[in-house]
């Protein structure tokens, strides 16, 4: 069996986990990182993007508001590569309660969220789709994150510090001896094969599964209730502002514009199982309303995808009731040698995507603290690889790229506008015949047609790149038109429908994927 | 403006009505809100594919399938109506504009021609310029496939192809282009021209071997594909074949061009750009329809209607977010739908979707129901899941054909006496 050995072994590859492996990285500290599927595939890579202002919070829990408008600045300036300054908007829309209006701004002025009232006759200049019947709207400093990027920005950076990172490697047991957990079992998706990590300190980030990771250690009562919300992504921008409505945080209360599409969220169900991605019409209908609400005529946009996300909201005594919102958005970090006696474990869960950053320098001064070895940490300091310029991202970049290079950069998905020369990087790079991983990285197939006219193509360029054989290239390309579908289907009508109908024809027509040689599919994964 | 018969949709079954109604004298205007489905088809002529089991001759299996499924067109049209239907298309073809571009092939046997990802699909019959692709030639297979073309790709075509036990590989040729996004088209437009496909001829020449037949993508030409074909494969000494690809489809605009000529060359009239938004009734008929063009509103009014106007691909046909689904064109009522609290749609992509049936309700005349002078046609008829079944041309062609004949038939009498 092969075996690794290293300072601090990270399980779960989110915003956290990585967040921790980048900050230990940065202390000069050995790390590994694991997750039992692609990084940022399940809470992480599974919200609105909206990078908070705190407002959402400035009347509710005034602490989690005061982290994020911390950790907003701080990111704007670590990781601008990944963000988009949008903006946003508190309206007051004839829904709400007018008098929340004013204990949102004295929570702002609390918190210290730079917030402005403005004129609704304004805002209706700004976002002219907006209902034209808000009364009151508050600008704050929300903005937009695109996870993947961040993500992978700080997978590359522990990479160049010499860090492993290890998708697809699922934890299958945690070493004990005696009082200390000295490291895991893991298992490889691809091959099967199994890996022995000694480490010094295991970190617990798995988020909403941290419960059963825990179990795995051997201690007892680290609950975690998953929240399971869904959220729809539109195939326009119909805002260019996060809109938010200005009432205590509920259902389908705010649209966020990110990348080509927008998104409106959420909803807060719990659920026993963090794998439950159960859609429900009733919610779907409902989300469709509340998007009325904040845009009249949202119904009539084209719904391209939806998808569940839980939070990770660590259990108090004092929240037994059943909505999940009201757990504290707080994260909660649990230093086993103090709670259970137990050395070298930690577990960080809870919090919220604004605040990893914060959750992993918490989680890293417990840790060095298990290493004997108090090292600085300088992630708020430290641009992530490919924010060395400082500049944010805005909407047009990837159309004046493609404009300057009309001749020789041939776009393969047109709706996200990926060119070849970045399929053909990413592949190499990941070393991943997984479309769904490339997906997560380029935003490839993300677009109105979801994937109709570039996952052929893409599936030829990963076919001619080395080394693929063309029963994993099929494979690559049914398993990416399946996990499509559970995204498209729950929410698939009007013009969308007719879109499906044109991938159908693609799809099942005209390449008769359905009956390609051999109905037996390699499994899919990163090697 | 009045005619004998108007028919909404210009795809393959809105064409052929179009053209065989005003063959049987009568005066027709095709409306359409843009070109159909011809522009994103491979243009082959598939009659029955997959029951779901691959099928080897439509002919024989035909009355079984329809049978098995009395909702289908082709229980109400039967393998006559599919065979009449197919023999007027060669005719058409052969009349057609293209000069000596023809199709080959007929229902006793289906013709499996490579996809553009290597599987093997059945057609009955397929353009001439794909013919050697036929599967049971068991010729040795060169694909040729250019990194100019983002739409084709040829080394997994070819191994995709030998997984199916053909001896094929594939080779790249360079193509020199002013931009990186060209389509089959563009490349169809360069074939068109003699001295461009010469040159092309001579590079991709260098790169083959003895004793193997060459698959290019679908783009020999536009204006004349048989002259572009016939002229790269005596160049290159070997036949030669196209294997379709992602929209938009070369041969499928082909095929447009053909029924739009033989529409026309009959005295019928085409208006693209005429989307239906309203109808006039009288009781149970459809008196006029009008359409909203730029520029101009116009009304169209006839005695009788052909429905040719797809399914939900087109647009026709609309599930909304409310959940109600409805016929967008003349307000028909719809049949196929699933019971209400049952899916709509099933999570396993390839599995058939409930929804996947859904047409405009007619009777065993292909007569709508709630509407006594309107004849459906093509996509437009519930029963069928064509993009699975390897049907939806001799849906087309024999449906389309049916209401031209029903209508001529009629014309005259009253709406509802027997055909």
């Given at each position: ?34 997750d ?61 309660d ?183 019409e ?10 009325e ?43 086993h ?40 940490c ?23 790229r ?73 494979g ?52 | ?23 049987g ?34 002919a ?112 790249d ?37 003895a004793?193997e ?15 572009a ?14 294997i379709?690809t ?43 329809v ?29 599930l ?100």
């Open positions: 069996m092969a075996s690794l050995s290293t300072d601090v072994l990270v399980i779960g590859g989110g915003a956290t986990g990585t967040g921790v492996a980048w900050d230990a990285a940065l202390r000069g500290f050995d790390v590994v990182l694991v039992r599927a692609d990084l940022a595939e399940g809470t992480s890579g599974r919200f609105h993007g909206l990078l908070h202002s705190g407002g959402r919070y400035a009347v509710k829990d005034p602490r989690a508001a005061e982290e994020c408008i911390a950790e907003n600045r701080i990111l704007r300036r670590i990781t601008p590569d990944s963000i988009e300054d949008v903006g946003g908007f508190f309206v007051t829309t004839p829904w709400d007018p008098a929340y209006a004013d204990r949102f701004a004295q929570g702002c002025r609390d918190t210290g969220i730079d917030c402005e009232e403005i004129d609704p006759a304004q805002a209706l200049r700004e976002e002219p789709l907006l209902n034209p019947n808000v009364s009151r709207v508050f600008r704050v400093p929300d903005g937009n994150i695109d996870v993947w990027k961040t993500i992978w920005s700080m997978a590359r950076g522990i990479q160049a510090r010499g860090g492993r990172v290890l998708p697809y490697h699922a934890v299958v047991g945690i070493h004990r001896d005696g009082d200390t957990v000295t490291g895991a079992r893991l298992r490889g998706a691809a091959t099967g094969e199994e890996i022995d990590v000694e480490a010094r300190v295991t970190v617990n980030a798995s988020g909403a599964w941290a419960g059963s990771v825990a179990d795995m250690a051997g201690i007892e009562g680290v609950r975690v209730r998953p929240g399971r919300g869904i959220m729809i992504a539109m195939n326009h921008r119909l805002v260019n502002t996060c809109v938010n409505r200005c009432q205590m945080p509920t259902d389908g209360d705010i649209i966020v514009p990110i990348r080509t599409v927008c998104v409106i969220g959420t909803t807060d169900v719990h659920t026993e199982d963090p794998d439950d991605h159960t859609v429900l009733t919610e779907v209908d409902a989300m469709l309303d509340d998007g609400k904040l845009v009249p005529g949202f119904r009539q946009a084209r719904a391209l995808r939806v998808w569940t996300g839980v939070r990770p909201l660590f259990e108090d005594a004092k929240a037994e009731d059943a909505d999940t919102r009201d757990v504290t958005r707080a994260h909660a970090m649990l230093d040698a103090e709670r259970d006696g137990v050395q070298g474990f930690v577990t960080i869960t809870g919090g919220k995507l604004t605040t990893f950053r914060l959750m992993a320098q918490d989680t890293m001064t417990a840790v060095c603290k298990h290493l004997g070895d108090e090292r600085p300088t992630t708020k300091t430290e641009p992530l690889p490919g924010s060395e310029s400082g500049e944010t991202y805005h909407l047009g970049e990837r159309l004046s493609k404009e300057a290079r009309l001749a020789d950069d041939q776009l393969i998905c047109e709706c996200e506008m990926v060119p070849r020369w970045r399929l053909e990087e990413a592949v190499q790079r990941r070393a991943t015949t997984n479309l769904d991983d490339i997906r997560r990285l380029l935003r490839l197939g993300m677009g109105p047609c979801q994937g109709g006219f570039c996952i052929y193509r893409a599936t030829g360029i990963l076919h001619s790149l080395d080394g693929l054989t063309a029963e994993q290239a099929d690559s390309l049914l398993h990416f038109l399946e996990e499509r579908w559970k995204g498209v289907w729950p929410v698939l009508y009007g013009d969308q429908l007719r879109q499906a109908r044109l991938d159908d024809w693609i799809f099942q027509g005209v390449l008769d994927v359905a009956h390609l040689p051999s109905s037996e599919r390699e499994p899919v994964a990163t090697p | 403006m009045h005619y004998d018969a108007v028919v909404i949709g210009a795809g393959t079954a809105g064409l052929v009505a179009g053209a065989r109604l005003a063959e004298g009568a005066r027709v205007c095709v409306l359409a809100k843009g070109v159909g489905s011809t522009h994103l088809a491979p243009a082959t002529i598939d009659v029955l594919g997959y029951t779901p089991a691959r099928v080897s001759s439509p024989a299996v035909f009355d079984e399938f329809a049978a098995s499924r009395p909702d289908h067109p082709y229980a109400l049209l039967g393998v006559d109506a599919v065979g009449e239907a197919v023999r007027w298309f060669l005719g058409s073809v052969a009349a057609g504009p293209l000069p000596e571009y023809r199709y080959v092939g007929d229902l006793e046997r289906n013709i499996l021609l490579p996809t553009a990802v290597g599987a093997l699909r059945p057609s009955a019959l397929v353009p001439s310029t794909m013919a050697a692709g036929d599967a049971a030639t068991g010729e040795r297979v060169c694909v040729v496939g250019t990194r100019s073309l983002r739409d084709f790709h040829a080394s997994l075509c070819a191994a995709n192809l030998r997984r199916a036990g053909i001896d094929a590989r594939s080779v040729v360079e193509i020199e282009l002013d931009r990186a996004d060209a389509n089959t088209l563009g490349l169809a437009r360069r074939f068109d021209d003699p001295a461009w496909r010469a040159g092309f001829a001579a590079r991709l020449a260098l790169k083959l071997r004793h037949s060459v698959g290019l993508p679908a783009m020999l030409g536009l204006r004349d594909p048989h002259g074909w016939s002229d790269v494969q005596r160049r290159l000494g070997r036949p030669v074949f196209e379709p992602l929209p938009p489809s070369v041969p499928g605009m082909r095929l447009f061009e053909i029924l739009r000529a033989t529409l026309r060359r009959a005295g019928g009239r085409l208006v693209v750009g005429a989307e239906v938004v309203s109808a006039d009734r009288s009781g149970s008929r459809i008196v006029s009008a359409t909203a063009a730029a520029g101009h509103d116009a009304r169209y009014g006839a005695p009788w209607f052909v429905l040719a106007s797809g399914g939900f691909g087109s647009g026709a046909i609309e909304d977010s409310h959940w109600d689904t409805r016929d967008r064109v003349l307000g028909l009522p719809l049949r196929g739908l699933p019971e209400p609290g049952e899916p709509r749609f099933v999570g396993d992509y390839l599995a058939e979707q409930p929804m996947a049936r859904v047409g405009v309700a007619v009777d065993s005349s292909l007569v709508a129901e709630g509407a006594d002078n309107v004849v459906v046609a093509g996509a437009a008829l519930p029963g069928a899941v064509p993009w699975r079944e390897g049907s939806g041309e001799g849906i087309a062609l024999a449906s389309g054909s049916y209401a031209a004949r029903l209508v001529l038939a009629r014309s005259g009498a009253p709406a509802g006496a027997a055909a």
